[in-house]
């Protein structure tokens, strides 16, 4: 309740601050040209991402921004098809900034990321970043956001089928990864195998992902990284725009569709969005169609705000409805049987997201409210088998004061599960620089949640929790050193409660409190023009979740019985991150390397071969791997990239079959030849390519074999082709069509992290061939 009294004093803050200007009003204007032949760029993005404000180059090349705040910050020039320019200007004494931009070569792009202190560029970062910008997600065809990403260095997917994936960053996931939406932590369940990200992948402009403990920033939970999904850009001042889109893969016969429409008049900023996807069941060479693969999706994403002199308030809300099958496995002669199970999730949003200038620096003040509501249908246990196991199945209508009688069978509309879960998150952090090279931030942070138990079955109680924590950090910048760190103290009480059913103890109530101070140091050296030189120390911290300290039943679409351990202690990790990267007109390197130990590490493990029954454990875990790249630019429009990834996740103190992680990624390549056709086309076509690349994941031999918890997987070799352009009048573009073809040859394979590999009647293979076709049409209001 002191929290909710807090959250209601940072909104009536919010008000107080927008009703009085805090600075004065600026103006920017100027003009962007091609470098090498002089002409000017139209269309070019002019974007403040720390202010959200930008405007784009008209025919001439010409820009103007009006009313925006005048302070010390950041323009991002992009335009596709060349390198992306990034500045520092203040906007107190420039009126006026010309640029010149160079077409795309081997030089690693400049981008602007997250820092420990605000904004920062990715040079100046002394952790593994990297970012999926927005071209990239438009030419990637995928079933949800997390497989749209899951192809970068260092980054995986654990996989349900087609619809459902839950990111992994460097070998770690569930609860050890933050997903931060709307600037916010998505909170949606996330300790379940077959819960995804609950996240319009239409809706997401770009995806930042930090590699590592980033506990310091976003408290517990952040230890393996982030994934920060990015909203589009504001409009610039005095315009609208409308965007339909739509996409066919032939797999599933999916089909999806979306509509965009937004704008910013007299400092009143909108955007308005909806999108729906629906797939049919996916298909492999071996299996055929796989029943409970299908999915349906709908989402509605809207901001509302204003962005002044002053700074700016954006009230976003968002509605998301996903509808997938859930793989049974079942089989009869070899043929997958037909499967009723099925999941209704619904997460809804509302966000209060505000930015004032104040002195020096920003104050940032960000509140949002999240429900959850995640249900399973069409699989019931027996009587006999939870007697036998020592276990009641439950019938229970919504209402905790109400109870009904065991019945066998069950409506078929009435949920087996049915969770709830209630989030308030806060942020608040002022942010500010000195004369002297240096800058610092400063704030609070924090969450309550709710979760209650609505279904007839029961996997683990409900429960409440509340999080507060409180940081400070600084970045010192000169000409060829950058040094930033800081420190974070974090608490979390989580209280669980008693169930009972017909005098039967279904979950006994227990309370614990978790403590977690983490920090982090690092360094950027920049040994040359063309070389950086990276280093990063770090320290992470995770409190168990609640299924981990509680689950007590039979959890649908995950094949198993999960018992939870109330004795766990809160994961403590060290990270030590080493990285050097190289860039020229030719070619451009990466190198980084981690070794991360990690103590109380938690997992789940087999309590016999022949039970489905598993526990959580403890033990001692020691990861080591990282990431290279290299990419060869030998003429102007041919690009030839090639990544590797690698990790090594052990447990100490163990025998031989229990000493590796489950679902450690195996080492994977890519290599990608692309070849731009047109660059600056003057005619009907423009940003033309064409592409082929291929994925080669090797023998996965590291497994956790112990009571048959995990099998070896073969190496396979995937080979994808891509095309795209942008289809233009008089230099307005009119459209942007794209064509991939993924698993071109139709391989027959099961991926490491694919859950179907353990389905009940044998392994089941992943997606087959793919061909996508789609198309974005922009209009101009």
């Known amino acids: 309740m002191k929290q909710l009294y807090f959250i209601l004093s940072l909104l009536c803050m919010s008000m107080a601050l927008t009703a009085a200007p805090l600075t004065d009003a600026a103006t920017l204007r100027g003009r962007v040209t091609d470098a090498a032949s002089g002409e000017p760029v139209m269309g070019a993005s002019i974007y403040l991402p720390q202010l959200k404000q930008g405007t784009v180059s008209n025919a001439q090349g010409e820009y103007l921004l009006t009313n925006i705040p005048a302070t010390r910050t950041t323009v991002q020039v992009s335009y596709v098809g060349h390198q992306t320019i990034i500045e520092t200007i203040d906007l107190r004494t420039t009126r006026e900034k010309n640029f010149q931009l160079h077409e795309n070569n081997a030089m690693l792009s400049e981008v602007v ?85 609950e996240i319009d992948p239409q809706a997401v402009h770009s995806v930042e992902i930090l590699k590592g403990p980033a506990s310091l920033l976003y408290g517990s939970d952040a230890m393996a990284g982030v994934l920060v999904m990015h909203e589009d850009p504001i409009m610039p001042q005095g315009k609208m725009k409308a965007t339909v889109g739509g996409e066919y ?58 962005n002044q002199a002053w700074g700016y308030s954006h009230l976003k809300l968002s509605a998301y409805h996903l509808k997938p099958g859930l793989v049974t496995g079942e089989r009869h002669d070899g043929v997958l049987e037909p499967s009723e199970a099925f999941q209704k999730i619904y997460h809804y949003k509302v966000a209060l997201d505000n930015s004032f200038l104040i002195g020096n620096g920003t104050l940032k003040a960000l509140v949002g409210y999240q429900q959850n509501r995640r249900k399973e249908f069409g699989h019931h246990h027996g009587h006999d088998e939870h007697e036998h196991e020592g276990e009641l199945e439950h019938d229970h209508d919504g209402d905790e004061d109400e109870a009904h009688e065991h019945e066998d069978e069950h409506d078929a509309d009435t949920p087996g599960l049915d969770f709830r879960l209630h989030t308030v998150n806060y942020t608040v952090n002022y942010q500010w620089s ?25 996997l683990i109680p409900s429960y409440s929790l509340i999080d507060a924590g409180a940081f400070a950090s600084a970045t010192w910048e000169l000409e060829r050193l950058t040094l930033s ?46 070389t950086n030189l990276r280093l990063n120390l770090s320290r992470g911290f995770r409190a168990p979740n609640l299924s981990e ?180 009048h008089r230099g307005r573009r009119l459209c942007s069509l794209f064509i991939t073809a993924q698993n071109l040859f139709d391989r027959a394979y099961t991926s490491h992290l694919s859950r179907l590999k353990y389905a009940e009647g044998g392994p089941i293979c992943n997606m087959g061939r793919n061909v996508s076709v789609k198309l974005v049409v922009p209009i101009v209001l």
């Not at 598993?614 to 690009?639: N, T």
Request: aromatic share 10%; charged share 15%.
């Open 549 to 728: 300290l509680g689950s007590n039943g039979q959890h649908e679409g995950t094949f198993r019985y999960e018992l939870g351990n109330h004795q766990l202690d809160p994961e403590y990790s060290w990270q030590a991150d080493l990285g050097i990267d190289f860039s020229s007109e030719i070619i451009s390197a990466q190198l980084a390397l981690f070794a991360n130990d990690i103590t109380n590490y938690i997992f789940l493990q087999r309590l016999g071969s022949d039970t489905d029954r598993y526990q959580y454990q403890a033990g001692h875990a020691r990861l080591w791997g990282g990431e290279a790249l290299l990419d060869i630019h030998p003429v102007e429009p041919l690009h030839f990239e090639n990544t590797f990834s690698l990790v090594n996740a052990r447990q100490l103190h163990q025998p031989d079959d229990a000493r590796y992680l489950p679902f450690t990624p195996a080492p994977r390549w890519t290599s990608d030849l692309r070849y731009d056709i047109i660059r600056d086309g003057q005619q009907w076509l423009n940003n033309t390519y064409v592409s082929a690349g291929l994925e080669c994941y090797l023998r996965q031999s590291h497994v956790h074999t112990a009571n048959q918890t995990e099998t070896a997987t073969p190496s396979y070799t995937l080979f994808n082709l891509a095309a795209g352009t942008d289809i233009q």
């Open 434 to 458: 000195s004369a002297s090279n240096w800058s610092y931030a400063a704030g609070v942070a924090g969450m309550w949640q709710h979760s209650e138990n609505l279904g007839h079955e029961y």
């Open 113 to 197: 990321v997250s820092g420990l202190t605000g904004s920062s560029l990715i040079a100046r970062s002394p952790s593994p970043v990297s970012v999926v910008t927005p071209r990239e997600l438009q030419e990637t065809a995928s079933t949800n956001i997390i497989d749209a990403v899951a192809h970068q260095p260092g980054v995986s997917q654990l996989t349900t089928g087609s619809g459902i994936s839950k990111p992994i960053i460097r070998g770690l996931g569930y609860n050890r990864i933050v997903v931060v939406n709307d600037g916010i932590r998505q909170e949606g369940q996330q300790w379940g195998d077959e819960h995804g990200i």
């Open 249 to 306: 893969q032939s797999n599933q016969h999916l089909y999806d569709y979306t509509a965009n429409f937004a704008g910013n008049r007299g400092g009143v900023v909108w955007n308005w969005r909806w999108s729906e996807k629906d797939a049919d069941e996916m298909k492999n060479r071996r299996d055929g169609r796989v029943p409970g693969s299908q999915f349906h999706e709908q989402a509605l994403t809207s901001m509302l705000g204003t």
């Open 485 to 530: 760190g800081g420190l974070r103290l974090d608490h979390r009480h989580l209280h669980s409660y008693e169930l009972t059913d017909n005098g039967q103890l279904c979950f006994t109530g227990f309370s614990r409190n978790f403590n977690g101070f983490t920090g982090s140091l690092g360094a950027i050296y920049n040994l040359s023009s063309h």
